[in-house]
């Protein structure tokens, strides 16, 4: 099946088999919601069209369902990417960081978490990082704590054993926690789940493609998330290892992504799928050649297609 079709009483919306299938394993119900939007207008819409036919959601969610949309390649990604921290954060004084400690209990005990947390006593630059996270973006005090314990968790996995993270790498997963609207306890551990069993999977991953048993660098975690999300399993992803080494002579995270990504626009996510698909593309070429030429032309034909022109 190519698509689904949804009958109304005036008109029908036509989805793609592949993008509701992403949508299906992916589980976000919120960007699920977003795409029949889109689909519904179907033409460019600005975020106050959105909350009119999407009056229960909010900004935020809005902005976390594009991002998934974006991951799935059911949208384009901007241009340009978003602000980096040091771009727009307010600067606290000694004054404001004091007011912040004594009118907010939940700041204040936050403090000592986080201390325990890095194995250090807090710099004055230290805290206007906390600050902001607490103060200019929001994250509440407890949102805040799994977030140092999730920074603390990554850094010792990638670097070892009493490794810390610096407080910009805090700062920056806080900005990104922010922009994916976890704002409050349950949100912000159904994430860190769910990166958990991500980073349980990206062994088979770093396997798949030949690379030194290790975790990921954080280039390499995102290409390996998206193939995550995507609906890619590994064997997949060795398809494409195989097949970019075979151009490139070394292994080229791009290129390989780009192989998946046209197989994702074909709807081939397994290796089965991606075998037959192909076997039907080339079928019209090879009918029409000697019965001599037809093995090779089947065993070139991915070749052909993956070449760069």
């Not at 998934?68 to 004084?93: F, I």
């Not at 390499?220 to 995550?228: G, K, L, N, Q, V």
Request: charged share 25%; glycine share 8%; with cysteine.
């Amino acid at each position: 099946m190519s698509g689904y079709i949804l009958r109304g009483g005036q008109e029908n919306i036509t989805l793609p088999a592949a993008a509701v299938e992403s949508l299906l394993r992916r589980g976000e119900g919120d960007a699920a919601l977003l795409y029949l939007a889109l689909q519904r207008f179907g033409r460019g819409v600005t975020p106050e069209e959105l909350e009119k036919v999407l009056p229960t959601m909010s900004r935020l969610r809005l902005d976390a369902a594009e991002r998934v949309l974006q991951e799935l390649g059911l949208l384009p990604r901007p241009q340009t990417p978003g602000p980096e921290p040091a771009a727009e954060k307010p600067v606290y004084s000694a004054e404001d960081i004091t007011a912040l400690l004594t009118d907010n209990e939940g700041f204040r005990l936050l403090i000592p978490q986080a201390e325990q947390q890095l194995g250090k006593k807090l710099r004055t630059a230290d805290l206007q990082i906390l600050a902001g996270l607490y103060d200019d973006l929001g994250l509440p005090a407890d949102v805040i704590y799994l977030l140092l314990c999730h920074c603390v968790d990554r850094a010792r996995a990638q670097w070892g054993e009493g490794r810390r993270p610096t407080m910009r790498q805090v700062e920056k997963e806080g900005y990104h926690w922010a922009q994916l609207g976890l704002f409050d306890q349950d949100s912000a551990a159904a994430y860190l789940r769910t990166w958990s069993r991500r980073r349980q999977k990206m062994g088979a991953y770093m396997k798949a493609m030949q690379l030194p048993d290790r975790p990921p660098v954080e280039a390499e975690s995102r290409y390996i998330t998206d193939w995550m999300d995507t609906g890619f399993p590994p064997e997949t992803v060795a398809m494409a290892y195989e097949r970019t080494v075979f151009y490139k002579k070394d292994m080229n995270w791009r290129y390989l992504n780009g192989i998946l990504r046209r197989w994702h626009e074909n709807g081939w996510h397994t290796p089965q799928q991606v075998e037959k698909g192909e076997e039907r593309k080339s079928a019209p070429a090879q009918s029409g050649g000697q019965s001599g030429q037809q093995g090779g032309a089947e065993q070139n034909a991915w070749m052909r297609r993956y070449i760069k022109r």
